[in-house]
C-alpha cells in the first residue's frame, strides 16, 4: 500500500501570518495532515490570542513576532524553529496587507509599505529558509497569490502590482530551485470572509448587504465568498508530496471568479 501522498508527518511548516484569517486555517490545515507548526505576526496579542485557539484545537504552535520585512528578524525566527522544531521544511507566505486608496492619492510611503509586505517580504522568507531546504534535499514554498495576480481594481494598485510580482516570484524561485528538489507554487484565494474584507462585506445602514458583497457574488459562480477553511486542501496539496512535480503553478481557490465573465443582465 503506497504511502499517503498527502501526510506531512515529520515536517515542519511555517506560516507567516498565521495568526488568524486564511493562514491560521492553512496551518490548522497541516498540522491536521501532520506538520509540525510555526507561525508568526507582529502584534503580542494576536500572537497570544492564536496561541490559545490553536491549542483549543489541540495543535502545539510555535507562535513567534517576527516582522516578515526585517531580515534580521526573520533570520532570527528560522534559527530559533531550526533548534526547536527543526529545518524548515514548508513555507507559506501569507502574511499580507492591503490598502485601498484611488492611485493617484496614493503617498509613495503607503504604496511602498504595501509592496514591503507583499513582494520583498516574501523573497526574504524564501531566501531564509532555501538553503536549509537545499542541504535537507527537499522543500516547499507555497506564495498565497490573490484575484489581484492576474486583474485590477479600483484603488487597490500598490496589492495588485505586489501580488503580481508574487506571481512571477513565484515562477522564479520554482525556476531557480527545482533542480534541488524544491517545488514553489502559488495559492490564488477568491474574496474571503476574513478581516482583511470585512470593510467589503459591512451590511449598509439601511441593512442592505454592501454593494461589493453583492458585486463579488455576482462575480462568483459559486454565487458566495470563500471562507479561509476553502484554502485548507489546496494547502496540504501543495504542502505534500502528491504535488512534487506541480511547480511554478498558481492554484486559484476562487469559487470560479477568473472563469467568469460575471451574472449576465
Ligand atoms: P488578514 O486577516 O489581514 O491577516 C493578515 C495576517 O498577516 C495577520 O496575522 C497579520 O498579523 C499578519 N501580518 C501582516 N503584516 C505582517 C508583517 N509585516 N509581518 C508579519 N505578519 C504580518 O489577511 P487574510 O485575509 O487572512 O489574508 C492573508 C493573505 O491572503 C494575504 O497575503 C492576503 O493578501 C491574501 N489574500 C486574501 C484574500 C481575502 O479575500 N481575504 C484573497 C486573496 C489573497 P499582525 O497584524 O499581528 O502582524
Ligand atoms: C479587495 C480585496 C481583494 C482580496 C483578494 C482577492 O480589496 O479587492 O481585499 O484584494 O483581498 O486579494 O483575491
Ligand atoms: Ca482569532
Redesign the pocket.
Known sequence: MREDRFSLDGKVALV??????????MARALAEAGAKIA?????????DQ?LEEYKQIGITAQGYL?????EEEVRTMTAEIAKTLGTVDILV??????KRIPMHETSVEEFRKVV???LN?PFIMAKAVIPGMIKKGHGKIIN?????SELGRETVSA?AAA?GGLKMLTKNIASEYGGYNIQCNG???????????EP?RRPQENGERHPFDQFIISRTPASR??T?ED?AGPAVFLASSASDFVNGHILYV?GGILAYIGKQP
Not at 507561525?39 to 500572537?47: A, D, G, K, L, T
Not at 507566505?93 to 492591503?98: K, R, T
Not at 498565497?144 to 489581484?148: E, H, I, K, N, R
Open positions: 507567516t501570518g498565521g495568526a488568524y484569517g486564511i493562514g491560521f486555517a507561525f508568526n505576526c507582529r502584534s503580542r496579542e494576536h500572537r492564536a517576527c516582522d516578515v520585512t526585517q507566505n501569507n502574511a499580507g496587507i492591503i514591503d509586505i507583499d517580504a498565497v497569490c490573490s484575484m489581484m496589492y501580488k495559492i490564488g484565494p477568491g474574496y474571503i470572509a476574513t478581516p482583511q474584507t467589503l465568498w470563500g479561509p484554502l476562487d
